[in-house]
């Protein structure tokens, strides 16, 4: 707490960590806590056309897929997503990037949902990559996939999303933390609300989300065109590197 009273100046990932920052520590100056964004290298992340990895990975070449990316966590909202994909149509596969579980009992869990979902769908409408996939062969996920999908219950500004965006791929997503921030709703894709106390909505929208992408040929390719542009002039280093050291400026000017 000290730190923080005594800095001269503060930054935050997004508003919404700000506004967690006030929250936690009253007695900061607000005007010392500054707001700058995570960025990602545009030039790695970009749109890939190879498709050696979703060989490898048994992704089929003839349906659409979407795609989780993120640790096994409470946080992550693996479950509310996988809630959702018992609701996916049909021909949509669902293509989860997922390990490291916090605990043994929430890997078990996680398991045994998947399981249940392959049993309901079918076992090749669930591809679960259980390794640690390289960065080549995740761009190639994004790059291919229907839309991202990132059902996570908080998120101080989701950088997965970033990466996403920049290999033109719609984002879907829930509207919580820092998201709203990165992912701009109807444009570079779709926003679902999120409440603690009812997540079953969460499941439900994400659901709807992916279905309408699905049904609108053009319509998920057109958000990754935006998104891409987003993540290249707002989301790049050069671009974080200069508002960072703007905040340095204003520091020393105190």
């Known amino acids: 707490a000290t730190s923080y009273a005594h800095a001269c100046a503060i930054i935050a990932v997004s508003l919404g960590m700000r506004d967690d920052v006030l929250k936690a520590y009253p007695l900061v100056d607000p005007a010392r806590v500054h707001v700058v964004h995570n960025g990602i290298d545009t030039d790695i992340y970009r749109p890939d056309p190879s498709r050696g990895a979703l060989e490898r990975y048994g992704i089929p070449a003839d349906r659409p897929y979407v795609l989780f990316v993120g640790r096994i966590t409470r946080q992550k909202g693996i479950r ?37 979902l392959r049993a309901a769908r079918g076992p090749a409408s669930v591809i679960w990559i259980q390794e640690q996939a390289e960065r080549t062969d995740l761009i190639q996920l994004f790059t291919h996939a229907l839309a991202f999908v990132c059902p996570s219950v908080y998120e101080p500004l989701g950088i997965v999303n970033l990466e996403a965006m920049a290999c033109e791929t719609a984002v879907i997503a829930s509207a919580v933390g820092g998201i709203p921030e990165v992912v701009v709703d109807g444009v570079t894709g779709l926003l679902v609300p999120y409440d603690a106390a009812d997540p079953s909505g969460l499941e439900a929208g994400l659901a709807r989300a992916v279905n309408e992408l699905a049904d609108e040929p053009g319509r998920a390719p057109a958000m990754g ?30």
């Open 80 to 116: 509310h997503l996988l809630a959702a994909a018992e609701h996916f149509d049909d021909d949509v596969v669902l293509v989860l990037c997922a390990s490291s579980p916090d605990t043994p009992e929430i890997g078990e869990e996680t398991r045994a949902a998947g399981d249940a």
């Open 225 to 254: 065109v935006a998104g891409r542009e987003r993540a290249v002039v707002d989301f790049s280093w050069d671009s974080i590197a200069a508002q960072t050291v703007d905040v340095y400026r204003q520091a020393l000017a105190r």
